[in-house]
């Protein structure tokens, strides 16, 4: 277990609609990570956020977005959702200089 | 996006066998990270490499960041069937938080 929590493990959805990820990190830490992936695309990241302020963006579509609230925990918004949204969505935390990020199990996401 | 170049994309060996697999990358790296990946479940950390010829082991897995700083590899010795698997390696650049991914490995062992 990575200490990493992820909900809903599974998501079905149909096209149009919006979802909303959930994730609460490892005790203590202050980062939290999304990231994508697909059969082709392999992992890519997405978004990374630190106390609650955007750090860093990656290739995340206009129609996503995320927060960090002030317990840490974060929410990844996927609207408009489209068939090719389909795939893992994880989220992995971290803390300290060197960076180690600890994933969580993920949230399938099928666009129907 | 970025992405590693990582190969081999799968192996199928047999118990007992060791087994290798490599990143490159055209971009510089100040960490190299190597993941293995179960069936429905998030990456799990293996090893973690933060200098150039730094080589780190991991009870049967040895990894090493390359002189270049832009490539790594990492060998299982004597696999067992447990080490089935998708194996990723990721590196991050100087500067930056998050991680780019290889495509995988994935690792079939015969008993």
């Known amino acids: 277990d990575s200490g990493v929590t992820q909900t809903p493990k599974h998501l079905i959805t149909a096209t149009g609609q919006r979802v909303t990820l959930r994730c609460s990190p490892r005790?203590?830490?202050?980062?939290v990570y999304w990231y994508q992936q697909s059969l082709d695309q392999g992992l890519q990241f997405l978004i990374q956020y630190y106390n609650g302020e955007e750090r860093a963006k990656g290739n995340i579509l206009e129609r996503f977005s995320a927060q960090q609230f002030p317990d840490l925990h974060s929410e990844l918004n996927l609207s408009s959702l489209e068939l090719g949204d389909s795939a893992l969505y994880f989220c992995?935390?971290?803390?300290?200089?060197?960076?180690?990020?600890?994933f969580g199990a993920g949230t399938r996401l099928s666009v129907l | 996006g970025q992405q590693l170049n990582q190969s081999p994309q799968s192996m199928f060996i047999q118990e007992g066998e060791d087994v290798s697999m490599n990143c490159t990358s055209s971009?510089?790296?100040?960490?190299w990270l190597w993941y293995k990946q179960d069936p429905g479940e998030g990456p799990v950390l293996l090893i973690a490499l933060y200098k150039a010829g730094e080589l780190t082991s991991n009870g049967r897995l040895t990894a090493q960041f390359g002189i270049t700083r832009k490539d790594s590899f990492l060998n299982i010795s004597a696999s067992i069937p447990s080490d089935v698997g998708i194996y990723f390696c990721a590196g991050q650049g100087e500067g930056q938080g998050n991680l780019i991914f290889g495509k995988g490995t994935k690792l079939s062992v015969k008993p």
């Open positions: 992995a935390s971290s803390v300290g200089y060197k960076n180690i990020q600890y």
């Open positions: 971009s510089i790296f100040n960490t």
């Open positions: 005790s203590g830490d202050l980062s």
